[in-house]
Every structure is written in C-alpha cells, then in structure tokens.
C-alpha cells in the first residue's frame, strides 16, 4: 500500500488588487498558480493537507490566510476550491 508523502502546508503568493474590475484576472491568476503547484506536487509525488494564500494587494498590504483541506490531495480543482475560499475571505 503506497502512501504520497505530505507536505505540511504549500503556499501559493499573489499580488491582487482589491478592485472589482480585476476580480476576472485575479480568477485566473489564481487557477494558473493552483494548477502550477498541483504540477509542482505531482512530479515531487507529493500531496498537500493544507494551502495558505498570501496576498499583496496594490496598496502593498500583504495578508494571508491558510485553509485546512477535507483531504490531502494534489489534485488542482480541490486545491483552487479552497484557494477561492480564501481569496473571498482575504478581498472583504
């Protein structure tokens, strides 16, 4: 039986701004950075039981958050689902 080791926490940083208009941007921004780090998992055979969003908004404000996944996984729509979670929590 053939375990994927754990990574602790994988982080993903994104410099957004808190301007709706951007709002379909930073959509992608965030896809193209799950689906990155998902790859990064993958070929390392690695799963991740939780993901952090660090953000730079544009007034230069980091914050950051951190999610506890259901699973760990490597997989990319599980990991932008929680990653959504956290934008919306970080953008009000």
């Known amino acids: 039986d053939h375990k994927e080791p754990e990574n602790e926490e994988s982080t993903i940083s994104i410099t957004l701004s808190k301007a709706s208009h951007e709002t379909a941007t930073s959509e992608d921004l965030i896809k193209q950075a799950c689906e990155e ?6 070929s390392a ?3 991740c039981k939780q993901v952090k969003l660090s953000v730079k908004f544009a007034d230069y404000k980091p914050q ?4 506890k996944l259901p699973k760990a996984t490597n997989d990319p729509l599980k ?5 959504q979670r956290l934008q919306t929590v970080l953008q009000k």
Request: hydrophobic share 40%; net charge positive.
């Open 37 to 42: 780090l998902s790859k990064s998992l993958q």
């Open 45 to 47: 055979k690695q799963i």
């Open 64 to 67: 950051s958050k951190s999610k």
């Open 79 to 83: 990991i932008e689902a929680a990653v």
